[in-house]
């Protein structure tokens, strides 16, 4: 039975660096992995290469056991880390337009706007908002059309605890109704009432992956994820020299 997105071998080179190196990863429809690792370790290549915005040096990804295709990444939802809007445009234009862009339909804008508590800057322009507004302006445009797969990339960056746990409601209403979740983050403590799910990426290379059950296991029943994390690097750095 095919996996809903099977990563196999996925090798991404920039020149002689090995950005990605015999990737390995397969999510089933309905999981939320957290995507983790330091800065440097191809978590956005990975997503890179998944949302076909960077090309792969070899391997393959497939999507309910195809390759992937434009029709199917238009069911996707996509915030990156570093959110890229018309600055002079209002946030309503914005969304307007990055959504109808998508081709999804426009008449959600004000729902979702209102649901990531953007509603009262919808007249506002871009360049005045904040880091954490502008990933909930990224957000309010990826929820759009009720994405079945949601990739996330540093979503919980300049988010106060009362927007943390906006966001984090949010997240939790998506995958209730069936969406799967990728999310990246330096954030461990905001992404481990989510996950359902962990890969660890150092140097490009997969050190870990399984549910947090299975690592808690094996590398510390009880821990949090940040705890089990960091002895998974450790352990890494003693055996191959690598450095998190």
């Given amino acids: 039975m095919n996996s809903y997105l099977e990563i196999s071998r996925l090798t991404k080179l ?11 990863l397969r999510v089933e429809r309905g999981n939320v ?27 393959n990804i497939l999507f309910q056991g195809q390759p992937f295709t434009d029709a199917a990444r238009a069911r996707f939802g ?43 800057a919808r007249n506002r322009q871009v360049r005045q908002l904040s880091k954490g507004m502008l990933q909930r302006l990224g957000l ?9 797969l949601l990739v996330l990339d540093e979503p919980f960056n300049g988010l106060d605890p009362a927007l943390l746990d906006t966001l984090q409601s949010i997240l939790c209403e998506e995958n209730e109704r069936g969406a799967t979740l990728l999310i990246s983050t330096h954030t461990m403590s905001a992404v481990e009432p989510l996950a359902t799910h962990v890969a660890i990426l150092l140097q490009g290379r997969l050190a870990a992956s399984g549910t ?8 510390g029943e009880g821990d949090s994820l940040e705890a089990i994390y960091h002895r998974i690097a450790r352990q890494q750095h003693e055996t191959e020299g690598v450095f998190a």
């Fill in 14 to 24: 920039y020149g002689t660096t090995r950005a990605l190196e015999d990737v390995n």
């Fill in 33 to 59: 992995l957290a995507l983790l690792g330091p800065n440097g370790a191809g978590k956005s290549t990975l997503f890179g290469c998944l949302l076909g915005l960077t090309r792969r040096t070899s391997g």
């Fill in 78 to 120: 996509y915030v990156a880390e570093r959110v890229s809007l018309y600055p002079q445009r209002t946030v309503a234009e914005n969304a307007t337009f990055f959504v109808r862009l998508k081709g999804q339909p426009v008449a959600e804008v004000e729902q979702q706007l209102e649901r990531v508590g953007l509603q009262h």
């Fill in 140 to 148: 309010a445009i990826a929820l759009c059309g009720r994405p079945e």
């Fill in 212 to 219: 947090i059950q299975e690592l808690r296991a094996k590398h």
